[in-house]
């Protein structure tokens, strides 16, 4: 799960940086002196985006792809507990050999 936000993430933000190189390709001469006066605040608001970006992210995955995932562990569960799974349990004998 925080592998597929940390993915979604990453992809937005190298659209984004790809987008913006497009459109401020006007800033080019005076890239050092942005760089040098403006690059902590440049650096810190990327860094703050992109933890805001992967907490959406995130919680947007869980919400939509664990929607019925306490439902669906209990029918497991009561499987398991009745012995109506198709795979037996391994017994402790196979285990130890």
Same mark, same amino acid.
């Given at each position: 799960?925080?592998?597929?936000?940390? !993915?979604?993430?990453?992809?937005?933000?190298?659209?984004?940086? !790809?987008?913006?190189?497009?459109e401020l390709k006007f800033f080019i001469p005076?890239k050092a002196v942005l760089l040098h006066e403006?690059?902590?605040?440049?650096?810190?608001?990327?860094?703050?985006?992109?933890?805001?970006?992967?907490?959406?992210?995130? +919680?947007l995955t869980r919400k939509f792809f664990l929607?019925?995932?306490?439902?669906?562990? +209990?029918?497991?569960?009561?499987?398991?507990?009745?012995?109506?799974?198709?795979? =037996?349990? =391994?017994?402790? $004998?196979? $285990?130890?050999?």
């Open positions: 799960m925080i592998a597929n936000a940390l !993915f979604i993430t990453l992809a937005v933000l190298l659209a984004l940086g !790809f987008w913006l190189m497009g005076y403006y690059g902590q605040i440049l650096l810190i608001y990327v860094v703050v985006m992109s933890a805001n970006l992967f907490a959406a992210t995130f +919680s929607k019925d995932t306490g439902r669906k562990l +209990s029918h497991l569960d009561k499987q398991l507990h009745f012995g109506d799974t198709e795979v =037996p349990a =391994p017994s402790l $004998e196979q $285990e130890l050999d």
